[in-house]
């Protein structure tokens, strides 16, 4: 694989600036005027069931139930016996989308223009969660990533590649911390119920296989964006907005007893559920605060539209401007520099906290990641 870690050189004309085949994630650098980033609109859903098959529907949607102030959950109960977690060794790549995008191809191209071999009208398809690491990487002091990008018929496909760090942690993880994991889930059953007009059953399995998936399509200056992520739950009442305004994000966090926990909370939490919601147009998220043994203690309603607000008098902290402004960049960067257009050719972009974003180009590795049965599909 060839590195291009250097920046170009000499013959560029005088007066226009290098063009740099690295990224800054210098905060400084991304400090302007918020981009033009258009209302998500749903264009789809589907569904991963408790042994983790694809639907392309909405069964696995779940209905949020408003609980009481302190409700005093219990989130350690359950935990072994009635807990089926998801295998993390099985890396799904893109496939469930992709597997939507077939299912939907009819939805996506102009009705004049339903026949395979014409192409999607997107500029990049991924995962929210990917989009989510992009908006707070300017802010990221920790953790790196690793992100594949192939070119096919014009479309730029996006999917993580775990890092070796990723995986080392993933692998050591305390059992203190395997507990907390399942802490979210957890809160998740309490607050949630199966239809309407039920009340969500604690006595059940936790199992994390099962998820509610949306699909958005939206705009990002120049970028035309697919994305899908999993939505928690939805308002249950019929009169609620259509999605994604009634879906509910669900979140748990330890209690906040101190002014340095608060800051804490406001410069490092609500940057990730900030970025993770706004990106869907999610409008709010609902924290359960727990204390060290797993009871929450409290519940506490965000309205993503407020958070800036909220953090502004918080010293030396984000800025949704930034975030929005560096994945607008990196988009722009990826489309300048992955101009192969070829299913098994992956420029894999990568970066370190501290550090540009840099990239390789791998032909035929195990970094490929279109499935042979999609490029099929799509080239018929
Ligand atoms: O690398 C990834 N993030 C991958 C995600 C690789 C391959 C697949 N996926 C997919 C799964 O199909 C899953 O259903 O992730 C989906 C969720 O995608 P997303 O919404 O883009 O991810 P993100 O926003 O990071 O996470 C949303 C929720 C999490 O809830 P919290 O409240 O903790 O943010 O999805 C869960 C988790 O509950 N989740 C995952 N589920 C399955 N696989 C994964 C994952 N890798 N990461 C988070
Ligand atoms: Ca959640």
Redo the contacts with the bound molecule.
Sequence with gaps: PSNHHLHQSSATPRQTPPRSQTLSTRREAYERDFPLYKQPVEVGCFS?DSRRRFFNDSRQMRYYVEPERSPNFDLRDGYKERYVK?DENV???LD?ILRWIIANRSKLTSKLTTNASCPLDFDFVT????L?KLLTTPYETREGWLLAVTRFNGTLYIS?VETEAARRERENRPERNKEMMYW??KFEQYMCADDTNSDPDPSGVVN?NE?F?TVVQTRLTDHKLLF???V?CRDRDPGAPPPPACYV???TSAEICTPKQRSNFHRFKLLKWWA?SFLPGVPRVVAGFRDHDGTVVSVETFQISKISQLIKNEYNCWKPTVCMNFCCDFLSFVKREATEDNPSVVYLFSWEPHNDVTYSVHRDSRYSFLPDWYIKEMTR
Excluded at 127 to 130: I, P, S, T
């Design positions: 991963l998801r890396k799904e790549k469930h995962w929210r969660g990917h989510t993580e979210g889930y994390t998820a998936c899908s992520g999993e928690d994000e669900l979140k993770q």
